[in-house]
Each structure stands twice: as C-alpha cells, then as structure tokens.
Nanobody, 125 residues
C-alpha cells in the first residue's frame, strides 16, 4: 500500500510560480514511476508530467514543456512539480500518482495504482 499526500497548491497570479510536493509512504518509493495529472470539472484527468523510479527519465505533456519540471528525491520519498509562467488555463486540481508496474507506461492515468487527494491550483488573471 502506498499513501500519497500532495501539498503546495494555492492561488497565484498569472506569470507566477508554484512548486507542488507529493510525499509518499513505503520503502520502495524508488521503484515506482510517479506522475502528475490535473483535472477540471467536467473534463477527463489530464497528463502533466511523469518521472521514472530512478529519476533518470522525465516526460511532459507537449503543451507544458519548458514551463513545468518534474523531479524526485528518493531519499525523502518525495516528488515535485515546479510550475513556472503560470496561466489561467493551468487552474485545476493537481494529483500525484504512483505506477508500480515493472514496465510503466506513464501517460495514461488509468495505469496508475495509487493517488493522492489532490491540491487546488488557481491562477488569477
């Protein structure tokens, strides 16, 4: 069982930055791929970014490349999402998730096994 707890969301102005954190329980954190997704009401959960267990490979939604950066600290069992140059369309609930498969896919939220409770990010114009 893996428990995930996000933090760092909030209200920010257009062009501002936020860093989301996701703290994970468990002793095998470094073996899990981790992902960030976001969701707005009435829409499907959207892939934001993902990172391999070692942190050596990172993947991003094409529309977010250059503004968002995913990283992880396996010693702290934590994954981060640095979000820069925020836009109103980035407003959403952001979720972190863990994919425990030995060959993770990363991009499809349905492949992830554990989810955090979500943290709201609101970008005001």
């Amino acid at each position: 069982q893996v428990q995930l707890v996000e933090s760092g969301g909030g209200l920010v102005q257009v062009g501002g930055s936020l860093r989301l954190s996701c703290a994970a329980s468990g002793r095998t954190f470094s073996s899990y791929a981790m992902g960030w997704f976001r969701q707005v009401p009435g829409k499907e959960r959207e892939f934001v970014a993902a990172i391999s267990g070692s942190g050596g490979n990172a993947y991003y939604a094409d529309s977010l490349k250059g503004r968002f950066t995913i990283s992880r600290d396996n010693a702290k069992n934590t994954v981060y999402l640095q979000m820069n140059s925020l836009k109103p369309e980035d407003t959403a609930v952001y979720y972190c998730a863990a994919e425990t498969a030995s060959r993770p896919y990363y991009f499809d939220y349905r492949r992830y096994d554990y989810w955090g409770q979500g943290t709201q990010v609101t970008v005001s114009s």
